[in-house]
């Protein structure tokens, strides 16, 4: 392989398009994924963040622009950047009737590793399933299922991988569960592109987040660029520390006069929000 | 071809084998109504019909193993869907595997269902009466050619499960399949057929594949009509293949 240097991003998506038939979900997408990062596409329901991480596990094909994805198109070399990442969907990819325990040496024999059983169990162990390995997972909770889920994503060590809404439909303590993995991931050293309709999320998780919206990347920064977005309150007796909510809500509720714009009105309501914790 | 075909689809028919080893009702649920015909014909109707063979369940088996692939294969139809609906195909899709492999492996875990299916009727068939002198070589033919069918309708199972849009459009493509035999050589012999009727079941691919097995089975000679079915299972097969892939490779673009 010949990229190596961090200062090539990990992903790099450039004027994405994607339409169907007549409803244009991306209309020219730019951003990159520094290596070993996490990255938030954050967007609501429909915005286009499942479009966008299928473009980029070479599941969709793009009506226009250009990704790369740890240096390989997805449109011209699809083998290599499967290669280089995992995918864990919006819905949990995993095979109800097989064991928790068979699901991940089903997944490393495809990976072509040594030992599956023992890979198997070590992720097993790693994710407290250790109990529930020989069990069929139709018998498991939604949490145990997105764990199993995500620990067959890391079989084979991925360079990238891609979370789409990993946290949806979870209770708080399952949240907080792939919470702690993703940011185990990110110790490791592999990128992580993860979307997500819950701007607490983005706040918890990612080093860059990036805000879709009505087709276009209309923010895009770190949590605290993100907030400079903001103009500061109005008088205020309290210190106030916007949410991303608040930057979200700001931004897309100026939504056709931001889409284009680099520099969105914010809108004056959105400082007076109680403060957070 | 990638260079983990075998390997993959080795892997992945691993996994079909489990998920059937785990539903052997399905096995059984396929057995059940051609065995059912089987008594039906043999002990209800048998008596009335005029087939010409000294023992009409001999005459009978060939036709019943058919309906049994014919039926069969939509379970292949429905686990394909079940496979795409649930997120397990779209990881297959996004992982370095070769990618035909996926549907390799629901094939292969066809024949090998169907397979269980017919070996079971058989064993019913032989416990009614059935008796054969066929040797090795004649076992062998009929082997094949229920392979080649069982193949031909599968691959359209796979046409079948990657385009519909329910459960219950994946598995009923197949009934019109079911029925063929009944307008066939396969319960009462075609020349007792009004004209028309009778054309049509002269010249459908299940009435020349019954009459081959029919002969195998009695060591008769089989004459043309098992390159008639073989033209017939090797065309569908090669037709319905194509179609499938192209409707596969649709699907994953
Ligand atoms: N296969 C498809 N055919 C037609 N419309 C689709 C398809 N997939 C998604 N859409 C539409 O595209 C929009 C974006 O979908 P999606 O990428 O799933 O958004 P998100 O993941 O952000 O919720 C939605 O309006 C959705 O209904
Ligand atoms: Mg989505």
Redesign the pocket.
């Known amino acids: 392989m010949s990229v190596s240097a961090s200062a090539v991003p990990a992903i790099r998506v450039r004027g994405m398009e994607k339409s169907?038939?007549s409803?244009q979900?991306l209309r020219g997408v730019d951003f990159d994924v520094a290596a070993g990062s996490i990255f938030a596409l954050l967007?609501?329901?429909?915005?286009?963040?499942?479009?966008?991480?299928?473009i980029l596990s070479t599941l969709l094909k793009p009506d226009g622009g250009t990704a790369t994805v740890n240096g390989f198109g997805v449109a011209s070399e699809p083998v290599r950047v499967r290669e280089s990442i995992s995918l864990t969907g919006?819905f949990a990819a995993v095979d109800e009737i097989l064991s928790g325990r068979e699901n991940l040496m089903l997944v490393a024999r495809l990976r072509q590793l040594k030992d599956p059983g023992k890979v198997a169990d070590d992720l097993l162990a790693r994710f407290d399933l250790a109990g529930a390995g020989s069990r069929k997972v139709s018998t498991y909770s939604g949490g145990m299922r997105r764990r199993l889920d995500i620990a067959m994503s890391l079989i084979g060590e991925p360079k990238v991988i891609f979370l789409?809404?990993p946290t949806t439909g979870l209770d708080p303590e399952a949240r907080i569960e792939v919470w702690q993995v993703v940011k185990e991931l990110a110790k490791q050293g592999t990128t992580v592109l993860l979307?997500t309709?819950y701007l607490d999320e983005a706040e918890q998780l990612a080093d860059w987040i990036a805000i879709?919206h009505g087709g276009r990347i209309i923010a895009n920064g770190t949590l605290a660029e993100l907030k400079r977005l903001l103009p500061p309150g109005e008088v205020q007796y309290v210190e106030k520390q916007p949410t991303l909510e608040d930057i979200f809500l700001a931004l897309v509720g100026k939504d056709d006069k931001v889409g284009s714009s680099a520099t969105p009105v914010v809108a004056s309501s959105v400082a007076s929000r109680e403060d957070r914790p | 071809m990638s260079k983990h075909f075998f390997g993959d689809t080795a892997v992945l028919l691993g996994r079909s084998l489990r998920h059937i080893s785990r539903s052997p009702d399905t096995i059984i649920t396929t057995a059940i109504t051609p065995v059912a015909l089987m008594l039906l014909f043999v002990y209800v109707f048998g008596g009335a019909i005029k087939t010409g063979a000294d023992n009409y369940i001999n005459y009978l088996l060939p036709g019943i193993m058919l309906i049994a692939i014919a039926s069969g294969i939509a379970y292949t139809a429905v686990r394909l869907f079940t496979d795409m609906k649930s997120g397990i195909f779209e990881r297959f899709q996004s992982m370095p595997i070769a990618r035909s492999s996926v549907l390799w492996a629901h094939v292969l875990t066809s024949l090998a269902a169907n397979g269980l299916s017919l070996v079971i009727i058989v064993l019913v068939a032989l416990v009614m009466g059935f008796r054969t002198s066929a040797g090795p070589l004649e076992w062998l033919a009929v082997v094949g050619i229920l392979t080649l069918f069982t193949l031909a309708l599968t691959w359209i199972a796979v046409i079948a499960g990657l385009s519909a849009k329910s459960v219950d459009g994946a598995g009923g493509f197949s009934y019109p399949l079911i029925f063929l035999p009944f307008i066939s050589s396969a319960f009462v012999p075609t020349a007792t057929m009004p004209g028309p009727v009778r054309a049509f079941a002269e010249n459908q691919p299940v009435t020349s594949i019954v009459n081959t097995i029919q002969d195998l089975f009695a060591q008769r000679p089989v004459g043309v009509d098992i390159w008639i079915a073989l033209a017939w299972c090797l065309g569908i097969l090669v037709l319905a293949y194509v179609l499938a892939m192209a409707a596969y490779r649709r699907k994953i673009t």
């Open positions: 169907y038939k409803l979900v967007g609501s329901n429909g915005a286009g963040k499942t479009t966008m991480v299928r919006q789409d809404e979307t309709q879709l």
